[in-house]
């Protein structure tokens, strides 16, 4: 299994970014997917979920209503469109492979992250 992430970078608040997580090494249409995030100092924590078919997803209420999960399982990639960034945003992406197809199974495996900076 591998999991690649990039579209990370510098933003100004209030911008957009669109991260990628290209997948390989399993079936990717089997398994649900999904973005982590760790600040410095704190946490890795959920920020949005796709299932399988990505029909249904989930996202943290920090980031409702900005960010938008989608999945293309022609091209084994998964997208986080990220608008109206804010500096609390400020982060390392992570892509995570669920167990199984719906997003209750843990992460059993992750990428290597992506910088996020919203600063002026």
């Known amino acids: 299994v591998q999991l690649v992430e990039s579209g990370g970078g510098l933003v100004q608040p209030g911008g957009s970014l669109r991260l990628s997580c290209v997948a390989s090494g399993f079936t990717f249409k089997n398994y649900a997917m999904s973005w982590y995030r760790q600040a410095p100092g704190k946490e890795r924590e959920l920020v949005a979920d796709?299932?399988?078919?990505?029909?249904?997803?989930m996202y943290a209420g920090s980031v409702k209503g900005r960010f938008t999960i989608v999945r293309d399982n022609a091209k084994n990639t998964v997208y986080l469109q990220m608008n109206s960034l804010k500096p609390e945003d400020t982060a390392v992406y992570y892509c995570g492979k669920r167990g199984g197809l719906h997003y209750y199974h843990p992460v059993d495996y992750w990428g290597q992250g992506t910088q996020v900076t919203v600063s002026a």
């Open positions: 796709i299932n399988g078919s990505g029909g249904s997803t």
